[in-house]
């Protein structure tokens, strides 16, 4: 069985850093993609950023030059550095990756950025 596990959300000052990681567990013969969204209350869900195996990244035009996304694959884990962060950056974030060409889901943790 296959688990993700998120950590590092909070509550955060806007202009603020939050660090998020994912780790994934189980029986893993593969990882391929991996992946950060969020929902926001009301909204849909929506990438944030995602890695490929080779290291290769995309970001929503919303976070790009503020948020890094980062893999360590010895590890299995994804990780989502924030900076600069704003009001609108609050959302569960949710990690995805692709494991044994099988999608997967982690709990979700809150981020909320207030003042």
């Known amino acids: 069985q296959v688990q993700l596990v998120e950590s590092g959300g909070g509550l955060v000052q806007p202009g603020g850093s939050l660090r998020l990681s994912c780790a994934a567990s189980?029986?893993?013969?593969?990882?391929?993609?991996m992946g950060w969204y969020r929902q926001a209350p009301g909204k849909q869900r929506e990438l944030v950023a995602a890695?490929?195996?080779?290291?290769?990244?995309n970001y929503a035009d919303s976070v790009k030059a503020r948020f890094t996304i980062s893999r360590d694959n010895a590890k299995n884990t994804v990780y989502l550095q924030m900076n600069s962060l704003k009001p609108e950056d609050t959302a569960v974030y949710y990690c995805n990756a692709n494991i044994n060409l099988l999608a997967y889901w982690g709990q979700g943790t809150q981020v909320t950025v207030s003042s």
């Open positions: 890695i490929g195996s080779g290291g290769s990244t």
């Open positions: 189980g029986s893993i013969f593969s990882i391929n993609a």
